[in-house]
C-alpha cells in the first residue's frame, strides 16, 4: 500500500517590525502562542524573540524585533533589526516577507518606518492595526486604494480581539516569494544617483558586498555610528571622503543631508494617504484627550499619580506576603518532611538547607514580580506609563536621568529584580544602564527584617521631634535615606566618570488612552515572571547551594562529642543548638569569618557578624537564621524574636568581655547592608539584563566597597559620640 | 525667531527649520517636525517641564531644551 505522498514542508520566515504603541507584541503573541523561544542576540541587550505557527503545511518562523520609529541605527541594539532584516546574521534566517504593523490612528507617523521598511527590498505586508479606534476618530479608509498606492497587501487588523489574523496569515503565504523591483524610491533624483555611485565605489573589489540599504544609511548617517567600522568593516577613509563630498554637492542642490531623509519620506507618505485616507473635517476632541487632561493636570494629574504610586507599592508589600508566606511555608514543610524521611547527616542537610531553601530563593520572589508585573503591564497597555514618565521626567532630570528610569527604580524599594527588569522601558542605554547600577541601593524588602531586628535591640524606643516621632521609625528612614543618598551619588558619579556622554534626548510619543486587555496583561506578567525563573533561577540556586557547602563541611563527629561532653546538664534541644553553632564555627564558613575578622574588626563587628554577611551575600534575608546558628539558637529565628534581640545584646568579645553589640555596630551592620550586593538575583538579572558578567561584577564590587567604606564610617563616627 | 518652547497653548503654528544636524534634529525629524507641518502646544508637566505637542495627529512631549531646536512661525 503506498502512502500519499505529502507536499515538500517548506518554511517561511516572517520579520515582524513596528512603532512602539502598535500592538505589535499583542500581534506576535496572538500568531505564535505559546510556541515561542527568548534569548540574546551576542554583544547587545536587545532579546530575540522567535515564535513559530503553522499554515496548512507551511511552516512559520516569526521574528519579533524591537518597536522602533526608524530603521536608522544609532547604535549596536538598533543595528541588530536592520541586520535581523537584512539577513546579515548567523542567528537567524534571513527573512522572506516582512510584517510592519502600523496604528491605522496615527499614520502619519507609522507609515515613515513603513516607507524605510520597503527599501529593503523584501516581500512586505502592512497590517493596519487598531482600526476600531482609528474609525472612532472618524477616519476613512480605503483600504484598496492604500494597498494599491502602496504597492504591497494591506490587512486590516484588530490584534487585541484576534479580528484579522486569518487574512493575515493567508497574505503572508501569497506575499513570500514575489518580486519587488517595482517598488519606487520616496527619494529624489540626485539623491538616488549619488547612492548608486557609493554603491559601485563601496563594492567594486568587495566579496561581501554592502546591501544598498546601508549605502543609503551611510549617506545619511551624519553621527558616524555606521562609519566608525563598528557595525560596517569595510568602510575606509578614501570612502569617508566620497560620502561627504556627495553630501556636499546634495547641499548645494537644495537636499541637505541627513534633513532631506525626513522631508523626502513624508512627502512620500502624504502622497500615498492622499484620497486614501480621509481624516474628519471638524477635529473632534476624543475621550482619549479628555482623560488626558485630567491626568497631566498639575494637581488632578498629580494627586492621582500618588495615589496610584502608594497602590503599587503597597501591592508589592502587602498584597505579595500572604504569598510569600505560603511559598515561605510550603518549601518549610517540604524541608521537615524530607528532614524526617532521610536520616540526619550530609545528604538531608543538602536536600533540606542546600536544595529545597535554594528553589525557595528563586521561588518566593514570584510573587512580587507578578503583581509588579501585572500593574506595569496595565499602566503599559492602557497608555498611562508613558504619562508617568511625562509626570516625573523634571524630578529625575536632577540626578541625571529621564522620566522613565522612575518606575524602575520605585520597583526596586519593594524588589531590585522586578524593578530592574522593569528598566527595559528606557530606550537609551546609558540611562538605562545606570538605572539598572543604581536600582539595588534602594531599600528593598528584603533588607527590613535585618532593619527591624537591630532596631528593635538597640535602638532606644524614644520619641523625638517633640514626641511625634519615634527614634527607631526614624532610624528605619534614615536607612533608606542612606541608599536613596547613595544612588543620586552613584548616579552622579556614573555619569562623569563611566557612562560619559551628552544627556540623551527626551522624545517620546504620549500614546491614545485605551482599555487594557487583560489577555495581553497576563500574557507580559507570565511572560516576565518565568523569564526571571529560567534565566535567574539556576545562579540563585548555585549560589545557595554553595553557601550551604561551606556552611557544611568539614564537620567531625568530635565537635559533637566535645560539646556533648563538657555540657551533661544541658537538655537535648539545647545541646543540639550548641552542636550546630560549634559546626559552623568548624566550617569552612566559620574559618572564613574568623579570617575576615582583621578586615570587619573595623567596622565593629567579630567573627560572627562576618560569618552571617558572608553567608548572607546569594540572600540578605538569611543574615538572621544564620546569626540564629551562630548565637547557638538554631536556625528557626525571626526578626521579632526576642531570645535573638537578646542573645546579640548579651554577646561580648573573648579577649575584653566587652559586649559585641552597641548601638555603632547595630548601625554600621544596617548602613552595610543597605549599601551592600547581598542578593544573587539581583546580580543574575543584571546579568541578563544587560547579556554580560561585566555589569553584575562591577556591581557588586562597588557596592561592596561602598558597603565597607559606610559601614566603617558609621562605626568610627558612632564611637566618637559613644566613648 | 521664535522656537517651539516659546509657544503659547492652543496656538497653531507651523515648523520652518530643525537647528544643527546631530542626531537629535534627526530624531524630531522622524518623529514628523518637519518643514512645513503645523504643531500645536497641548499642555506643560506639572513641574513646568516638558511640553506636550499635537503633530501629526499624536502627541509627542519633549524637553524645552529639544523644543527650542525647532524654529516655528505663526500660522
Redesign the interface.
Known amino acids: 500500500m503506498n502512502k500519499p505522498s505529502i507536499p515538500a514542508q517548506q518554511e517561511i520566515t516572517v520579520a515582524l517590525i513596528g512603532n512602539p504603541n502598535t500592538g505589535k507584541s499583542t500581534l506576535f503573541n496572538a500568531l505564535t502562542g505559546v510556541r515561542q523561544r527568548v534569548g540574546n542576540y551576542p554583544g547587545v541587550t536587545v532579546e530575540k524573540k522567535i515564535g513559530r505557527f503553522s499554515v496548512g503545511n507551511t511552516e512559520y518562523q516569526c521574528i519579533d524585533l524591537p518597536g522602533t520609529y526608524s530603521l536608522a541605527p544609532r547604535s549596536p541594539d538598533e543595528m541588530i533589526t536592520v541586520d535581523v532584516l537584512l539577513g546579515r546574521l548567523q542567528e537567524v534566517p534571513p527573512p522572506d516577507v516582512v510584517v510592519c504593523i502600523v496604528d491605522a490612528s496615527n499614520l502619519q507617523r507609522n507609515l515613515y518606518l513603513v516607507s524605510q521598511a520597503l527599501e529593503l527590498g523584501l516581500p512586505t505586508v502592512v497590517a493596519l492595526n487598531m482600526m476600531d479606534t482609528a474609525r472612532a476618530k472618524g477616519i476613512h479608509f480605503d483600504t484598496e486604494k492604500l494597498s494599491k498606492n502602496l504597492g504591497v497587501p494591506i490587512v486590516p487588523l484588530q490584534a487585541n480581539r484576534g479580528i484579522g489574523l486569518d487574512a493575515l496569515r493567508e497574505s503572508l503565504a501569497a506575499v513570500a516569494g514575489t518580486p519587488t523591483d517595482n517598488r519606487i524610491s520616496p527619494f529624489p533624483e540626485a539623491f538616488q544617483t549619488e547612492v548608486a555611485l557609493l554603491e559601485e565605489q563601496l563594492n567594486r573589489a568587495s566579496e561581501s558586498p554592502v546591501p544598498r540599504y546601508l549605502v543609503e544609511r551611510l549617506l545619511l548617517d551624519t553621527g558616524g555610528y555606521l562609519s566608525n567600522g563598528e557595525a560596517l568593516a569595510s568602510i575606509d577613509d578614501a570612502f569617508q571622503n566620497h560620502v561627504l563630498l556627495a553630501r556636499k554637492r546634495l547641499s548645494a542642490a537644495g537636499y541637505p543631508v541627513p534633513a532631506v531623509e525626513a522631508m523626502s519620506r513624508y512627502a512620500w507618505v502624504a502622497e500615498m494617504l492622499d484620497g486614501a485616507v480621509t481624516q474628519p473635517a471638524e477635529k473632534q476632541r476624543s475621550t482619549s484627550d479628555q482623560i488626558d487632561k485630567v491626568l497631566t493636570h498639575k494637581i488632578w494629574g498629580t494627586t492621582i499619580f500618588a495615589c496610584m504610586v502608594l497602590i503599587i507599592f503597597q501591592a508589592i508589600f502587602s498584597w505579595a506576603t500572604p504569598a510569600m508566606e505560603s511559598i515561605d511555608w510550603a518549601i518549610g514543610k517540604i524541608g521537615n518532611l524530607i528532614g524526617d524521611i532521610l536520616p540526619t547527616g550530609a545528604l538531608q542537610s543538602l536536600l533540606v538547607d542546600g536544595v529545597v531553601a535554594g528553589v525557595g530563593a528563586v521561588l518566593v520572589f514570584l510573587p512580587q514580580i507578578f503583581i509588579l508585573f501585572f500593574f506595569i503591564a496595565v499602566l503599559e497597555d492602557c497608555g498611562y506609563m508613558a504619562r508617568t514618565a511625562y509626570l516625573m521626567d523634571k524630578l529625575m532630570s536632577h540626578v541625571g536621568l529621564s522620566g522613565k528610569s522612575f518606575i524602575p527604580l520605585l520597583s526596586s524599594f519593594a524588589c531590585a529584580v522586578p524593578g530592574i527588569m522593569a528598566a527595559r522601558v528606557i530606550e537609551n542605554r546609558r540611562d538605562r544602564l545606570v538605572t539598572i547600577l543604581i536600582a539595588p541601593l534602594m531599600s528593598c524588602s528584603a533588607r527590613l527584617p535585618v532593619y527591624i531586628l537591630l532596631i528593635g535591640a538597640f535602638v532606644p524606643n524614644t520619641k523625638t521631634l517633640g514626641g511625634w516621632v519615634g527614634l527607631q521609625a526614624l532610624t528605619m528612614f534614615g536607612m533608606y535615606l542612606v541608599g536613596i543618598v547613595a544612588a543620586v551619588a552613584v548616579s552622579w558619579l556614573l555619569h562623569k566618570t563611566l557612562l560619559k556622554g551628552e544627556t540623551p534626548p527626551f522624545v517620546m510619543e504620549l500614546p491614545s488612552y485605551k482599555i487594557p486587555s487583560l489577555r495581553t496583561v497576563v500574557q507580559r506578567m507570565t511572560e516576565r515572571g518565568w523569564a526571571f525563573v529560567r534565566r535567574a533561577g539556576t545562579l540563585i540556586f548555585a549560589v545557595t547551594i554553595l553557601v550551604w557547602a561551606a556552611a557544611y563541611f568539614p564537620r567531625s563527629p568530635e565537635v559533637e562529642a566535645q560539646i556533648r561532653a563538657n555540657f551533661p546538664a544541658l537538655n537535648e534541644s539545647e545541646l543540639e543548638k550548641r552542636i550546630a553553632g560549634a559546626n559552623i564555627e568548624q566550617s569552612i564558613l566559620g574559618r572564613m569569618g574568623h579570617a575576615i575578622e582583621p578586615v570587619v574588626k573595623p567596622l565593629g563587628w567579630d567573627w560572627r557578624i562576618g560569618c552571617a554577611v558572608i553567608a548572607s551575600f546569594p540572600a540578605r534575608e538569611v543574615v538572621i537564621g544564620t546569626l540564629g546558628v551562630i548565637y547557638n539558637l538554631g536556625g528557626e529565628q525571626d526578626e521579632q524574636s526576642l531570645s535573638l534581640q537578646e542573645r546579640l545584646q548579651s554577646a561580648t568579645w573573648p579577649e575584653t568581655d566587652k559586649p559585641v553589640f552597641n548601638l555603632p555596630v547595630a548601625l554600621s551592620i544596617m548602613v552595610f547592608f543597605a549599601l551592600c550586593a547581598q542578593c544573587a538575583a539581583t546580580l543574575a538579572v543584571i546579568k541578563r539584563e544587560t547579556n554580560s558578567w561585566r555589569w553584575p561584577a562591577f556591581t557588586f564590587l562597588y557596592m561592596t566597597v561602598l558597603a565597607y567604606l559606610g559601614a566603617l564610617s558609621t562605626y568610627q563616627i558612632g564611637m566618637l559620640f559613644v566613648s | 525667531m521664535t522656537t517651539l518652547a516659546e509657544t503659547s497653548r492652543g496656538k497653531q503654528v507651523r515648523v520652518v527649520q ?1 537647528i544643527g ?12 517636525l ?2 512645513g ?1 503645523e504643531v500645536a502646544l ?2 506643560l ?6 511640553m ?1 505637542f499635537e503633530v ?8 524645552r531644551t ?1 523644543a527650542s531646536r525647532v524654529v516655528v512661525e505663526q500660522v
Open positions: 530643525i544636524d546631530d542626531s537629535l534634529s534627526l530624531r524630531l525629524m522622524e518623529m514628523g518637519t518643514p507641518v497641548i499642555g508637566a506639572p513641574l513646568g517641564d516638558p506636550e501629526r495627529d499624536y502627541r509627542l512631549s519633549l524637553r529639544e
